[in-house]
């Protein structure tokens, strides 16, 4: 693998979900939600890429692919130049096994409480990892390594952290200990899915800043999944990455963190933009979209999906899906971005 080549890979992802009728639907089959509708992305060495987007836009649903947590039903998900299913099913010689593939993609989750054990010290349940990766340590080998990270994450004293059980730590201690269990797997990345959004607003820049601390140590990457566009433009900002804005399972616009909040492309990313007083950016009035409510996933838009609720659309955007265009360091699907295009001629939608 050159280094120019990613670390991750996904090719036009496909994540579709059937939903089931109810007893009384009997007429009915099962809907399609398309969680991820061809998406296509780099993930490079050192990253650090944010997914934003309002609730069910498939930020999360992305994530997990990208790491292998979630199956795609379409396109390709590479990791190190390998197809990761194909190595999965044992289709492929490769050089990597699954094994070393799970071990390289991490999580940490919204909820550490949820994924702690609490019926096990955090000592035993930071040992799991180790176990796995460093089957030949001794146990006073293992407790020396859990007790460091303990206190490089500022768990001090570290052996009467490491002696707790879950219930009898803070939110933040929490989420501390689910983000050195997944670094005691050395990943190569590491996906954190809402990991500050249950933290106080005062824990929340502290752990941001700590993440990337250990980013330069370990040399990992981060997808880091958010529903508010602040905490993306500052973890993203400070780690020399890029937004990723998702609309309705799709990319509406990825690029520079700076460049997405003072220059976003795409009609959508404005709304973002304008929903986030935090960034001290919102004028006063209407928001910059002609409807609130989100299109149904089961049934999205034909042509642009966010032509429905864009203040920019026109009749050009109802049949057809824009590209991605590259503009100025962003990658943006809109038509505006085409100075060509038939969009330009086309009627301005009245309802």
Same mark, same amino acid.
Request: hydrophobic residues 35%; contains cysteine; negative net charge.
């Given at each position: 693998? @050159? ?18 009728? !109810? ?9 399609? %939600? ?5 998406? /296509? ?14 609730? !069910? ?10 790491? !292998?947590?979630? =199956? ?20 492929? &010689? ?32 930071? /040992? %799991? ?10 146990? @006073?080998? =293992? ?26 730590? @803070? ?7 689910a983000l050195c269990r997944a670094l005691l797997m050395n ?13 106080? %607003? ?39 990455? =890029? ?49 609130? &409510? ?7 838009? @034909? ?49």
């Amino acid at each position: 693998m @050159s280094g120019d080549d990613p670390l991750i890979s996904l090719e036009n992802v496909e994540v579709h979900f059937e939903n089931q009728p !109810g007893l009384l639907e009997f007429d009915e089959g099962p809907e399609t %939600v398309r969680a991820v509708d061809g998406v /296509s992305l780099d993930i490079q060495e050192n990253d650090v890429v944010s997914l934003v987007g309002e609730s !069910g836009c498939g930020k999360t649903t992305l994530g997990k692919t990208a790491i !292998g947590l979630q =199956r795609p039903t379409g396109g390709s998900v590479r990791y190190r130049g390998h197809d990761i299913w194909d190595v999965r099913d044992g289709k492929v &010689d490769a050089d990597v096994t699954w094994d070393d593939i799970r071990t390289s993609l991490q999580i940490i989750h919204q909820d550490p409480g949820s994924s702690l054990n609490p019926n096990r010290r955090i000592v035993s349940i930071l /040992s %799991v990892p180790l176990k796995q990766v460093h089957p030949h340590l001794s146990r @006073s080998e =293992r407790q020396e390594r859990i007790y460091a990270l303990l206190e490089r994450v500022g768990m001090t004293p570290a052996p009467d952290f490491a002696d707790r059980y879950p219930h009898q730590l @803070s939110g933040g201690e929490k989420q501390r200990v689910a983000l050195c269990r997944a670094l005691l797997m050395n990943p190569d990345a590491i996906l954190a899915d809402e990991a500050i959004s249950a933290l106080d %607003v005062s824990l929340r820049v502290e752990m941001m800043d700590l993440m990337l601390e250990l980013q330069e140590e370990f040399n990992t990457s981060y997808i880091f999944i958010s529903h508010d566009l602040s905490n993306a433009r500052y973890f993203t900002s400070h780690g020399d990455g =890029r937004i990723g804005v998702m609309y309705l399972g799709q990319m509406a616009e990825i690029g520079p963190a700076e460049d997405m909040i003072n220059d976003p492309h795409h009609p959508y990313t404005n709304v973002l933009r304008w929903a986030t007083p935090d960034l001290s950016l919102r004028e006063a009035g209407e928001p910059p979209m002609r409807k609130i &409510d989100i299109p149904d996933p089961v049934n999205p838009p @034909s042509g642009c999906r966010f032509h429905t609720r864009c203040p920019e659309a026109r009749e050009a955007c109802r049949t057809e899906n824009p590209p991605a265009y590259r503009s100025n360091g962003q990658r943006v699907s809109c038509f505006r971005e085409d100075d060509d295009h038939e969009y330009w001629s086309s009627p301005e939608l009245t309802d």
